[in-house]
């Protein structure tokens, strides 16, 4: 079945840096990925998704990137801001069963 | 738009005990979606309902079930507690089918299992 691998666990950074977080997926069919942010006590909301047919897509300070080829894709967010500290979950789709599956999670805390 | 309503946020069963958990999805939401949150396991989908029929099913053991009502709001039962249910349970609605749509989530129920 689909495998969702999520790097880092941890990511600690400044005000005003950038943070990457990177996933990497096994199901090639896989045409579906969303990031969800999860702040403490509440559940997890959505802040950006992409569709196999593109290859990157951005919202503002936040973008994902897709490379189908090496099967990962990548939450890309600069001038990061306090509020931004949060556990954010990657997930992708297991087509055969057509269940999502969610990463296990990376805790970013960024720094004032 | 109110968002997707669980009820209650925190719960304490004794092993063996029964439970069921309440979901009021967004309106006009037809699927809704729930899923076991551990430190451990982290996020796993458990079932889906749509227009009252489960859509889909995680792998879990038949303790744990499910319904959705006409008016789309949904409950999950799990029965037989064991220490190792104890997770927050996270219930989501979207207007698509849960796999390839937007989720949205409400806050959980934080379930202790003693």
């Known amino acids: 079945g689909e495998n969702v691998e999520q790097h880092p666990s941890t990511l600690s950074v400044q005000e005003g840096d950038s943070a990457v977080i990177k996933c990497t997926y096994s199901?090639?069919?896989?045409?579906?990925f969303p990031w969800y942010k999860q702040e403490l006590g509440k559940g997890p909301q959505l802040i950006i998704d992409?569709?196999?047919?593109?290859g990157e897509k951005k919202d503002q300070r936040i973008a994902v990137t897709l490379n189908k080829t090496a099967k990962h894709f990548s939450l890309h967010i600069t001038e990061t801001q306090p509020e931004d500290s949060a556990v954010y979950f990657c997930?992708?789709?297991?087509?055969?069963?057509?269940?999502?599956?969610f990463g296990k999670g990376t805790k970013l805390t960024v720094n004032p | 738009k109110a968002g997707v309503t669980q009820t209650p946020r925190y719960l304490i069963k004794t092993r063996g005990q029964q439970v069921t958990l309440s979901c009021s999805p967004i309106?006009?939401?037809?699927?809704v979606s729930w899923y076991q949150q551990t430190p451990g396991q982290g996020l796993q989908f458990l079932f889906e309902?749509?227009?009252?029929?489960?859509?889909n099913k995680g792998n879990f053991p038949g303790r744990f079930s499910g319904r959705q009502f006409s008016n789309s709001r949904s409950e999950m039962n799990v029965s037989t507690l064991e220490l190792g249910d104890s997770a927050l349970y996270l219930c989501?609605?979207?207007?698509?089918?849960?796999?390839?749509?937007?989720?949205?989530f409400g806050n959980g129920t934080r379930l202790t299992v003693t």
């Open positions: 309902y749509f227009s009252e029929t489960q859509r």
């Open positions: 199901d090639s069919a896989s045409n579906y």
């Open positions: 992409i569709r196999s047919n593109v």
């Open positions: 989501a609605s979207s207007t698509g089918q849960a796999y390839n749509s937007p989720l949205h």
């Open positions: 309106s006009g939401h037809r699927s």
């Open positions: 997930a992708a789709v297991q087509i055969g069963s057509e269940k999502l599956v």
